[in-house]
């Protein structure tokens, strides 16, 4: 069965120190693989997105994320975090066949100043 | 301006009362979706539609229908057999290609007094 596992409920890290975001699944095809954020009360806001191609992706906001299919990771960095990076982060995975995604549980990230 | 809307923001609902959560988009998306959140449970899918006047249960569909007669609209009626309906619904939208990607409306806070 598809899934998506963030094994981080919360992190906090200063501003300006680097953040990982682990994400890891568990799909029996392909993979298609995102990242969203989301500030308190509101939707979710895609940061970047893997289909195929270069495993090292990068989005908005000086995101990146490297998919590692030995290890069935998509993990999410940033090399300096701003305060306004605080939100809660979702990992997803998409099935094409039937039209649906999976989400992780999401991790909260606290910026301290 | 294109987008997904969403309301009302906020909503209060008695027990034993249906109450119906709006969403409109102006993407002409194919698909669209409803998904549930709860804290710390990530965001779980209730019913999604590919076209018009089609529509599929998603993991968690107890306890609620949908609609789907035009292509901007898909709206979510929680009733009155939906044993714990508090929670955060937000509607999702996309075009259905390949590469493409799902769109979040800003949701509702359906609270049951």
Request: with cysteine; glycine share 10%; charged share 20%.
């Amino acid at each position: 069965a598809q899934s998506v596992t963030q094994p981080d409920i919360h992190i906090t890290v200063s501003e300006g120190a680097s953040l990982e975001l682990r994400c890891n699944y568990s799909y029996g095809a392909t993979p298609y693989l995102f990242w969203y954020v989301q500030s308190p009360g509101q939707g979710l806001q895609l940061l970047l997105k893997y289909f195929s191609g270069d495993t090292l992706v990068q989005g908005i906001k000086g995101f990146e994320a490297e998919f590692k299919r030995s290890q069935s990771s998509f993990n999410l960095r940033k090399p300096s975090v701003h305060w306004s990076d605080a939100a809660e982060y979702f990992c997803a995975v998409g099935s094409y066949n039937f039209n649906k995604f999976y989400f992780g549980s999401g991790t909260k990230l606290n910026v301290k100043p | 301006d294109g987008g997904i809307t969403q309301s009302p923001k906020y909503l209060f609902r008695k027990e034993g009362q249906n109450v119906t959560l709006s969403c409109e988009q102006n993407l002409n998306h194919d698909a669209m979706y409803w998904y549930r959140q709860d804290p710390g449970q990530g965001l779980r899918l209730i019913y999604y539609s590919q076209i018009v006047n089609d529509f599929q249960k998603g993991d968690i569909a107890e306890g609620y229908s949908v609609s789907r007669e035009k292509k901007e609209s898909f709206p979510l009626t929680v009733t009155s057999a939906q044993k714990n309906p508090t929670a955060f619904y937000l509607c999702a939208s996309m075009n259905g290609g390949s590469t493409d990607t799902q769109y979040f409306g800003p949701g509702t806070r359906l609270t049951v007094l």
